[in-house]
């Protein structure tokens, strides 16, 4: 069975700061794609950043990106120029559709404090 | 467009009695998804749909119903609420597709007391 490790229960970053979050997977599969969700205290679940397990170029999106790690089964955000409003709850998530009904998988998460 | 609805935002209730949450979907998607969020444990899923009138377990299914009678609707039962079904309660839904997005609802604070 798949499985998503986020073993940082939390992260603080000064703002405009760099800080990266982790994000490990296990799968026998080799089709598959990854997330980073954002929920923010409003509880709204948003999406930041997608990555296609086929592609070797990094995902980004303005001040966030991925480090891709295939082999590895690692994916980490990286945020940049951290700002007030990054402060949430941060999602990894993975799915694949290669068993004909595909599941997303989350994981535990990691809080994001920014500080002033 | 109202993407995905939930219904209601905040419930209370006794150990022992029973409800029903109700998510609706107005993009015409054909999978839609309940999780449970609970703190340190993620988003788990309870049940889903592939499409009106199918449903299917998920990792915490048990204490839990679900009905798709219609394809804009999945409706979460719970038949005798325990203390240990106290969460947040997300409903969503999409294509079907693994590279697309959930699209969330605002989710349900349910506390059994």
């Known amino acids: 069975a798949q499985t998503v490790t986020q073993s940082q229960p939390e992260m603080s970053v000064q703002e405009a700061e760099t800080v990266t979050l982790s994000c490990t997977y296990d799968?026998?599969?080799?089709?598959?794609?990854l997330f980073w969700y954002k929920q923010p205290p409003s509880r709204q679940m948003i999406l930041v950043i997608r990555?296609?397990?086929?592609?070797?170029q990094n995902a980004t999106e303005n001040r966030f990106s991925v480090n891709f790690q295939k082999a590895a089964k690692s994916f980490s955000l990286k945020i940049s120029d951290s700002q007030l409003g990054d402060a949430a709850m941060y999602f990894c998530a993975y799915a694949s559709g290669a068993s004909g009904t595909y599941k997303y998988i989350f994981g535990t998460g990691t809080r994001l404090k920014v500080l002033a | 467009n109202a993407g995905v609805t939930q219904t209601p935002k905040f419930r209370v209730l006794k150990t022992g009695q029973s409800m029903t949450l109700l998510c609706a979907q107005d993009?015409?998607?054909?999978?839609m998804y309940w999780y449970r969020q609970d703190p340190g444990m993620g988003l788990r899923l309870i049940h889903y749909?592939?499409?009106?009138?199918?449903?299917a377990k998920g990792e915490v299914p048990d204490g839990y119903n679900v009905s798709r009678l219609k394809k804009q609707n999945f409706l979460l039962g719970l038949e005798s609420a325990a203390p240990s079904q106290t969460s947040v309660y997300f409903c969503?839904?999409?294509?079907?597709?693994?590279?697309?997005?959930?699209?969330f609802g605002s989710g349900t604070q349910l506390s059994v007391l």
């Open positions: 993009m015409n998607h054909e999978y």
């Open positions: 990555q296609e397990a086929y592609k070797q």
């Open positions: 799968t026998s599969e080799s089709d598959y794609y």
């Open positions: 969503a839904s999409n294509d079907g597709k693994a590279n697309e997005k959930l699209f």
């Open positions: 749909s592939v499409g009106e009138g199918t449903t």
